[in-house]
């Protein structure tokens, strides 16, 4: 069990490095309050958990003896993310969100299109888990979601002028989702 515990923290963590900094850039954008933030957040990301929830339950069922093969995509995303490096950009000035719901739409629509590569690495993992383990992740997750506001805000707070260094986004996740992708066709592979 501590295994499972040890790779699901390390899973999340290291696909929660861009939802730190987005959360972080809507945590010092002045235009929105800290609780607008913390719910656009939350509610993406349980809805990001449930669908990678699901995707585990039907991948089960559906794929029993090829659930390894779902290793692929993020090892795909990963590798497209590697050699597909964008060109630097420059932050537009956007447009102020007039009220607090449509605030809170933004940040939730930001961290469900953050979703992707999360529930890509998570639905393969989660296939391999027991009941008694996928309960354990789910709390240790929305803990976990929690303490992602707690951080981008506390970094926000120190670091407002300095900024996070690029090399996060641009190469330390896509080369974490090779290494997940390859680690789950492989285990997979090996044990089947």
């Known amino acids: 069990m501590e295994t499972i515990l040890l790779v699901g923290v390390w899973l999340f963590a290291v696909t929660h490095l861009d939802t730190l900094l987005v959360v972080g850039a809507f945590c010092a954008d002045n235009d929105y309050r800290l609780r607008e933030v913390f719910v656009g957040h939350y509610v993406s990301f349980c809805i990001g958990l449930a669908v990678a929830i699901a995707g585990a339950v039907l991948a089960a069922e559906l794929f029993q003896e090829w659930t390894f093969l779902l290793g692929v995509v993020p090892l795909s995303l990963g590798l497209w993310g590697l050699l597909s490096q964008p060109p630097e950009t420059t932050i537009e000035e956007s447009p102020v969100v007039p009220n607090s719901l449509g605030r809170i739409v933004v940040v939730t629509v930001a961290g469900l299109g953050l979703s992707g590569e999360n529930i890509a690495v998570f639905v393969p993992f989660f296939v391999t888990l027991s009941p008694?383990?996928?309960?354990?992740?789910?709390?240790?997750?929305?803990?976990?979601?929690?303490?992602?506001?707690?951080?981008?805000?506390?970094?926000?707070?120190?670091?407002?002028?300095?900024?996070?260094?690029?090399?996060?986004?641009?190469?330390?996740?896509?080369?974490?989702?090779?290494?997940?992708?390859?680690?789950?066709?492989?285990?997979?592979?090996?044990?089947?």
Do not use: K, N, Q
């Not at 996928?134 to 900024?163: E, M, Q």
């Open 132 to 192: 008694a383990e996928l309960a354990l992740i789910i709390v240790v997750y929305l803990i976990g979601g929690g303490v992602v506001f707690l951080a981008a805000f506390v970094i926000v707070s120190r670091v407002a002028t300095d900024g996070i260094p690029d090399w996060l986004d641009r190469w330390l996740v896509p080369t974490v989702l090779v290494l997940v992708g390859g680690y789950v066709v492989v285990a997979g592979w090996i044990i089947v």
